[in-house]
């Protein structure tokens, strides 16, 4: 009689699905307000640097087989090129972002008229949410955040809208001031994270949902390693976080350094700068 040991979740075979992105150049990008803390004015930004590594994260998307759409940079936007901010899509419908600061209000209808064109069924949002930034989409469940930017109500405002089970979180440090500088999923039913960014309540929750998470230490979430990006398999993430993409690739899956250290002068990494369109 033989005894299997036991055994975690299949970690040799990782599989990857294509997706569909939509992604804004920087080409207006600049830290003109603070409305994070890792937003200085005085400290200013490179536009052009931005948008040389925003190129490569496009790249890099390709090289990986995504599709990646483009919608047009407004000027007097500089944050604009945060495209997960713009919307959630699910399904072919897509819930509106309404900014909580009166600095980036105007993307929401800009992203709403590119979502529309596009022919997604668009829901004007009644409640403040920022998007993908505090929505991260599982197979059966979406994952919310709120403490910071997106409203309570807006997390019913979307389950209602978009049929499935949403799942408040609670953050509790503002330099993780969306959920997704905190936690991403790393496939259909799989998340890494930061415990420190949530309250003890949603901790255990987290425990509870998934106990075969990969977390993060304090050092990869300061570097915004926690904003990144899955396809099941490959992992487009800050390549500063370093023992994350260790960690990651014990874990079966394939990192994909990327350098974004001009875009998170705004607070921003990978995953702010992808929406995904999930049709
Ligand atoms: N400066 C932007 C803000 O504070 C950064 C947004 C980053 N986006 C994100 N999905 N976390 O709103």
């Not at 005894?3 to 939509?22: C, D, G």
């Not at 590119?114 to 469940?141: A, C, I, K, Y």
């Not at 409203?151 to 405002?157: G, K, N, S, T, Y």
């Not at 990978?270 to 929406?275: A, Q």
């Amino acid at each position: 009689m033989t005894v299997s040991p036991a055994m975690e979740p299949a970690t040799a075979q990782r599989a990857a699905t294509r997706r569909r992105y939509l992604m804004c150049r920087p080409e207006h990008f600049t830290v003109a307000y603070t409305i994070n803390p890792w937003m200085d004015p005085a400290l200013g930004a490179d536009a052009a640097l931005a948008v040389a590594q925003w190129d490569r994260l496009r790249a890099a998307y390709l090289e990986l087989g995504h599709e990646v759409e483009l919608i047009d940079p407004l000027p007097g936007l500089p944050d604009m090129v945060f495209a997960a901010n713009g919307a959630l899509v699910v399904g072919g419908r897509a819930y509106g972002a309404r900014f909580t600061h009166p600095e980036r209000a105007a993307e929401g209808p800009a992203y709403a008229t590119w979502l529309r064109t596009q022919g997604f069924e668009l829901l004007e949002p009644s409640h403040t949410n920022e998007g993908e930034g505090d929505f991260l989409t599982l197979d059966h469940v979406i994952l919310a955040g709120t403490g910071f930017r997106t409203d309570l109500a807006a997390h019913q405002e979307a389950q209602e809208f978009l049929g499935r089970p949403v799942v408040t979180l609670r953050l509790v440090d503002p330099r993780f001031y969306h959920l997704d500088t905190a936690l991403f999923p790393l496939d259909g039913d799989n998340v890494a994270y930061y415990p420190g960014a949530f309250s003890p309540g949603s901790r255990s929750v987290l425990e509870r949902l998934f106990p075969h998470a990969v977390l993060a230490s304090e050092q990869d979430a300061a570097v915004l390693g926690l904003n990144a990006v899955s396809d099941g398999r490959n992992v487009v993430v800050n390549a500063e976080a370093s023992t994350l993409i260790t960690t990651l690739s014990t874990a079966g899956y394939h990192p994909v350094p990327v350098d974004l250290s001009e875009l998170r002068k705004a607070g921003g990494g990978p995953k702010c700068c992808t929406l995904e369109l999930r049709t």
